[in-house]
Structure formats: structure tokens, C-alpha cells
């Protein structure tokens, strides 16, 4: 998949995990929504090239739909924590102890 495929995949994903009431939560409006997305999904394609480049494991969708999860379980999740979770998840799933880093 080229690059472009894969930021409208994940952000897709995103949007659909995350659900209408965690997007727009708090009066939250389109434009930002969709930054939300398009940030997230531009991480998970940051993550899984650096993993690339490091020879490591990087599940770039489930970050993406842990980190969506993580919103609908707190609407108000910063971006650095829908990180965090996406990242462990993907972590957990390459069998990579979170004391390896």
C-alpha cells in the first residue's frame, strides 16, 4: 500500500472505532475531529517506518484501533495517551516488554 492508502486507511479506522460521541465530544467541530483523525493515522505510519528501520515489530492497525478504544473510553484522552495505549498494544502484540525500551 503506498502512503496515502494507508493515512486514509487508519484514519478510517480511526473515526470508525472511535465512534461519533468520543469524535465530537465536547462540542469538538469536524475540522478538528478529522485532525484527530488524520493525526493519529499519521503516527501509526511514523511508528510503523521507524520500526521498519530498526528491524522491530510495529502493528500500526492495532495501535490505531486501541488508541480509537481509548478515546471512546475517555472522551477527553489527549492525544499522548491515545498514543501511549495504541503503542503498548502494539508492543504486547510483538512480544516487546514495555522494559525494553
Partial sequence: ???????????????????????????????????????????????????????????ACEFVEVAADALNQCHAATLEQLFEAGQMASDSLAGKDRDDD
Fill in 1 to 59: 500500500m503506498n502512503e496515502a492508502k494507508d493515512l486514509a486507511r487508519y484514519a478510517a479506522i480511526f473515526a470508525a472505532d472511535a465512534g461519533t460521541d468520543a469524535l465530537y465530544y465536547d462540542e469538538r467541530y469536524t475540522d478538528e475531529m478529522a485532525e484527530l483523525c488524520i493525526s493519529v493515522a499519521e503516527e501509526a505510519i511514523r511508528r510503523r517506518e521507524a520500526a521498519r528501520e530498526a528491524g522491530e515489530d510495529f502493528y
